[in-house]
């Protein structure tokens, strides 16, 4: 079965630093893995696709890396600004076949300005 | 282009009353999901169209919940009839079948259902 976890569950930083995100999973026979944000009150923001075959994605200020060997993604922010705070989610397919995502808790994100 | 839209945005029923909750997904996007959160737990899977078929549904609670997609275009998801742990944010989702194995999901704002 399936089951993501994510570390920090909170996180609190001044404006202009860099930081990283965690997250894990347990079965390793996934095809992608994708990172969201979610803002109080509204849905899920896509931010990056990382597939299988790939080891990392970049997106502007973001950057997600992928270990599925040991079963672990990074979310890196560089230069994170007040703008960024949020709740950050990963999600991976419940198995190697299904769309279905499992979510991890999400990691709480404060940025001080 | 539009984003996957949902409607309500709030809902606020009493038990045992029934409530529909409707998805429009992306225009051409052939996979539609719907996945719920429940206060203080994690967003759950409930169930996966493609086109108009049931692909995945075993995220269902229970046969209080049935999801249509007629058409293979919007959905809808009701609860009949509906109990106070039903509460919670319902959201879509949809992805298109390209580029290969991409799946990349794009989620709706949510619906909050309030069962009183």
Known sequence: KQEVTQIPAALSVPEGENLVLNCSFTDSAIYNLQWFRQDP???????LLIQSSQRE???GRLNASLDKSSGRSTLYIAASQPGDSATYLCA??????GQNFVFGPGTRLSVLP | EAGVTQFPSHSVIEKGQTVTLRCDPISGHDNLYWYRRVMGKEIKFLLHFVKESKQDESGMPNNRFLAERTGGTYSTLKVQPAELEDSGVYFCA??????????????GPGTRLTVT
């Not at chain 1, 009150?41 to 931010?47: A, I, N």
């Not at chain 1, 991976?92 to 076949?97: A, E, F, I, M």
């Not at chain 2, 949809?94 to 989620?107: H, I, K």
Request: hydrophobic fraction near 20%; avoid cysteine.
């Open chain 1, 41 to 47: 009150g509204k849905g899920l923001t896509s931010l």
């Open chain 1, 57 to 59: 994605q970049t997106s």
């Open chain 1, 92 to 97: 991976v397919p419940r198995d190697n076949y």
């Open chain 2, 94 to 107: 949809s992805s298109q079948d390209w580029p290969m194995n991409s799946y990349e999901q794009y989620f």
